[in-house]
């Protein structure tokens, strides 16, 4: 290896750049196709396989509007019936809404912000793989007949083993929770690279508004997913091991539930909205030939529409008995979120007013989304009142409302995409002879079916009956719904023979054809596997990134890293905000270990859903180790210096410097993983204040010595960690200081072990005992995380992939063990004074 | 950006969320002390004014930022960039002062458990 630039010939510069770039970065063909890791090709693949889940999720829709179509219909049995609309909602919500959107940013994210990748390319392939794993585990349930039937909010008590003793609802926990760990990958790297990997030049200010889009989208999921994930958790091991977490007879409450689910479920409506938000942005410009209107006022409202839109989730849960005062500002908050939405489509319209609009097929389902989204919105408004939602609460109209906002917000912005960036993966335009008629098939047939669920739910029509007698008046609109239905259907039909007809048929076009102006329009059509053969530098924007001329001068690897070097796959990093280049970040190259580190995730799940416990830990071990394993080809394995990238401009690689995308990731990943800590200390705590049957007849005394040991011993294993970074700076090896580390945490995993085993009540019998072992539990799993870091420093260690330079490693260990430290502090200190703040004020 | 800006430290970008992230503190905050003082049947008197010291509390900790923010000037040494995340952090703290008061600003007048 060197550091010598190998530069392209000087004949034919381009087309030799090329192929020396698709040496490197394509992905190999046949059963290499599983070791992918290229932005493009995951982003493709997430793409494909939410079509196809929003294709079986449809036709599940389909069937319960034949079910309704008529009164007393025998079309489906009840059972049936309930697995059918839960896996509906489940499906569209998980399996294609979120994952879509992942591959809608995976894929455009790097093009838009002049990146070849994004920057942890395993990880992309692991939330992929993870994500195709879980889906196909809910989907595999359905096609047995045990797929979960409480609804797609699988509300306690119905979902509890009292009144779902199957599987059902277990395939929903940890299906769902494995697809989740996928979105989790997907937006810590998505944050990370935003914030570090752009075009250099891109500042802040410069980034197209898609980035400002995605990047607050990332950091909702980073806050978001966390209490789901910790109730699927909660959900499961009561219903695996009976914790009474959600068990009123034993101190749990089923209210815990529908708190830890809409934390989750109400910003997920905007995690959902907000991309497509960003790809509208991004399009109706370009399609209004002129610069977006309110750019600053974009970025303010999403800001505040992020953070809003966490606190509103109890107007999920306006009907269950919450004092009057918190109704009233919930509803409060629940109207003010309209602000910040209202900001961004008056920008769109503004944006509309001052151009020149082009009316064609993007533009038509923009305009079907305005005239969706609105309705949607306007009855969101009315949901947020305390005393109409008490009236249309858990009827029809919700069902309308939801689909009017969800459906509204994604569809029609979605096929907007779709038709708008086609080009850029076929290099072909649509035919509008197909595309037109398919638009307004669609629109129509989703008016004529979600509009006349209003009607029916202001007639009172429950949501999730199977069928009715026929005398209660909505005879006619569910037929006129269910009518609708088949001609959305018919359209959505018609829109997919229309890209298959594009694709082999379509009109060829040349790169740009919108003359959008934009970066991803500046790459070969279809893009490369590199996406850029030289990087640009950003002089304007951010409706300019990238000038006429600017593809062909790329091309000619005139920009950044116009050539190629060791047969590394590299990009740039830069300065957060000011976009100057600061890095040069060498990326993984394709390899198996994400497809197989998911796929014994997934038979750790599998031996759960079978309560098969100790193949599952077996399974869990694997996957501990395929990731110590993939620490071991990370980076780079000596000291490199400055190197140069072009323009006269040199950087050190990211593994010799300190603020490199590891360090950011793993801040993010402590940010989701704190969310989800205090996501547990609430639980905890609601269930003290909230819950019946508290407190416990008999509760225990803290064991305040082995409290203390475990804090000592936590800061100890901190400590030596500070003592090993210091050592290997210093070119040290630091074996003793990691040695140290590790027993310190071996004795906290000992002393709280004990801890959980002196627990009175029992974890099973009250939930305040079963609180406490979740908090004491956390602090295990985490001390027991730190001993995998310290294990992966030894190996890199000796590896020689850790130098005084190139000391990543040490400082990601000790960012853990701090972490573990705070949080093993609160939690013991809160299982310590839990019994007396039980004795003295619960009574 | 030009060669002879200072880059505005990305630390910076928690301006950006400081209103909301107080916004976000005060809303649970407020719905903790409401729960634990009517679970608990705590007076009506020092319940509300508990709920009214959160919340003026709160405001007061969005008035300084806004004020922070409106003394600082990046833009003097950060050009364009510092400009544009500065009047982005201090319109995203004026709506948060705002979210404020609309969705808890009512919260001392009305009754309390009910």
């Known amino acids: ?843 | 950006m030009t060669a002879r800006t200072a880059p505005v430290p990305p630390g910076y970008l928690w301006w950006l969320a400081a209103g909301f992230l107080v916004w976000g503190s005060a809303l649970v905050v407020v719905y903790a002390v409401h729960g634990i003082g009517c679970t608990f049947a705590w007076s009506t008197g020092p319940l509300r004014l508990g709920l009214a010291l959160v919340l003026f509390a709160h405001l007061a900790v969005i008035g300084w930022i806004w004020h922070r923010l409106g003394g600082v000037d990046p833009s003097r040494d950060s050009g364009q960039t510092g400009v544009f995340l500065r009047m982005a952090a201090v319109w995203a703290t004026i709506a948060a002062f705002a979210t404020t008061i609309f969705t808890l600003g009512a919260t001392p007048l009305l009754t309390v458990c009910l």
């Not at chain 1, 030049?201 to 789901?228: H, K």
């Open chain 1, 1 to 843: 290896m060197s550091a010598s630039v190998d530069r392209p010939p000087q004949r034919s510069p381009a087309l030799r750049l090329h192929r020396q770039l698709a040496a490197i970065w394509a992905t190999g063909p046949g059963l290499q196709r599983l070791a992918a890791v290229n932005h493009s090709v995951i982003g493709l693949r997430f793409m494909a396989t939410a079509f196809i889940f929003f294709a079986i999720g449809g036709v599940l829709g389909m069937l319960t509007r034949v079910q309704l179509a008529t009164p007393t219909a025998d079309f489906m049995a009840p059972e049936t019936y309930n697995q059918v609309f839960t896996m509906h909602g489940s499906m569209m919500l998980f399996l294609f809404a979120i994952p879509l959107v992942e591959g809608v940013a995976v894929y455009l994210t790097p093009k838009i912000l002049g990146a070849r990748d994004l920057a942890f390319p395993r990880l992309t392939a692991f939330g992929y793989w993870c994500y195709l794993f879980g889906a196909t585990i809910l989907t595999g349930a359905l096609l047995a007949g045990v797929a979960p039937d409480t609804g797609w909010f699988m509300y306690t008590p119905l979902s509890s083993n009292v009144y779902t003793p199957g599987m059902n609802a277990d395939v929903w926990l940890l299906g769902v929770t494995f697809v989740e760990i996928s979105a989790l990958a997907f937006a810590v790297e998505i944050i990370v690279s935003i914030l570090k990997i752009r075009a250099p030049g891109m500042s802040l200010d410069r980034m197209p508004i898609f980035g400002w889009y995605m990047l607050i989208t990332a950091l909702m999921m980073v806050a978001a997913f966390p209490p789901l994930i910790l109730g699927s958790i909660l959900l499961e091991v009561e219903r695996a091991f009976h914790l009474p977490f959600f068990d009123p007879t034993r101190g749990g409450d089923p209210l815990l539930w529908q708190h830890l689910f809409w934390l989750f479920g109400h910003p997920d409506v905007y995690i959902i909205f907000l991309p497509m938000a960003g790809v509208l942005s991004t399009i109706i410009p370009v399609l209004a030939g002129g610069p977006l209107v309110g750019y600053r006022a974009i970025v303010v409202a999403i800001i505040a529409l992020a953070f809003v839109s966490f606190g509103i989730w109890v107007h999920h849960m306006f009907t269950v008995g919450i004092p009057h005062l918190a109704l009233a500002f919930f509803s409060a908050s629940s109207a003010i979120v309209a602000v910040p939405t209202a900001v961004q489509v008056f920008a769109w319209l503004a944006t509309l007013a001052h151009g020149r609009p082009r009316w064609n097929v993007p533009m038509l389902y923009v305009f079907g989304f305005f005239f969706i989204f609105a309705m949607g919105g306007l009855t969101g408004v009315m949901l947020a009142m305390v005393p109409f939602d008490w009236q249309a609460h858990d009827s029809y109209f919700v069902i309308a409302h939801m689909h009017y906002v969800v459906a509204g917000a994604l569809a029609f912005p979605m096929l907007a995409a779709l038709y708008y960036w086609l080009p850029l993966l076929t290099g072909r335009m649509a035919m509008n002879q197909l595309s037109v008629p398919a638009f307004w098939l669609v629109f129509v047939g989703f008016n004529l079916t979600f509009f006349m669920m209003h009607l029916t739910g202001l007639r009172g029509m429950p949501r999730r009956i199977y069928t009715y007698s026929g005398d209660e008046g909505w005879n006619s609109l569910n037929l006129l719904s269910s009518v609708g239905g088949f001609i959305m259907t018919i359209g959505f039909a018609l829109v997919v023979i229309d890209l298959l007809a594009q694709l082999r048929y379509g009109r060829r076009t040349r790169r740009d054809p919108w003359k959008a102006e934009s970066l991803e329009w500046a790459m070969p059509i279809p893009p490369a596997p590199y996406n850029f053969a030289s990087i640009p530098f950003v002089r304007a924007g951010p409706d300019r990134t990238a000038p006429e001329g600017l593809a062909a001068s790329l091309a000619r690897g005139e920009g950044y890293l116009g050539f190629v070097r060791n047969g590394w796959q590299e990009t740039l990093g830069v300065h957060m905000t000011s976009g100057a280049p600061e890095q040069l970040i060498v990326l993984s190259r394709p390899t198996y270990l994400p497809f197989y580190t998911a796929l014994a995730t997934s038979v750790a799940v599998l031996a759960m859903l079978f309560q098969f416990y100790l193949s599952a830990l077996a399974a869990a071990l694997v996957v501990a180790g395929l990731l110590v394993l993939a620490g071991q080809s990370a980076g780079l394995n000596r000291d490199y210096g400055p190197l140069p990238v072009g323009q006269g401009v040199s950087v050190p690689p990211h593994t010799e410097l300190k603020g490199s995308p590891p360090w950011w990731a793993l801040i993010f990943t402590l940010i989701a993983d704190g969310t989800l800590f205090v996501s547990l200390l609430f639980g905890t705590l609601y269930l003290w204040v909230s819950a019946p049957n508290w407190p416990p007849a008999q509760t225990f005394t803290p064991n305040l010595g082995l409290a203390l040991a475990a804090v000592v011993a936590l800061v100890a294993a901190a400590t030596a960690a500070r003592g090993s970074q210091r050592s290997i700076s210093a070119g040290g090896m630091a074996l003793g200081w990691i040695g140290l580390a590790a027993i310190g945490l071996v004795v906290v995993i000992a002393v709280v072990v004990g801890l959980i085993s002196g627990i009175v009540p029992r974890p099973t019998e009250h939930a305040l005992g079963a609180t406490a072992a979740a908090l004491l539990a956390y602090v295990t799993f985490h001390a027991g995380i730190g001993l995998l870091f310290l294990l992966s420093n030894l190996l890199r260690l000796r590896a020689g992939f850790l130098s005084s330079r190139r000391s990543i490693d040490p400082r990601l260990t000790r960012l853990w063990l701090d972490y573990t430290v705070v949080s093993g502090v609160i939690a013991l200190g809160l299982v310590s004074a839990l019994p007396a703040l039980v004795r003295s004020l619960g009574t």
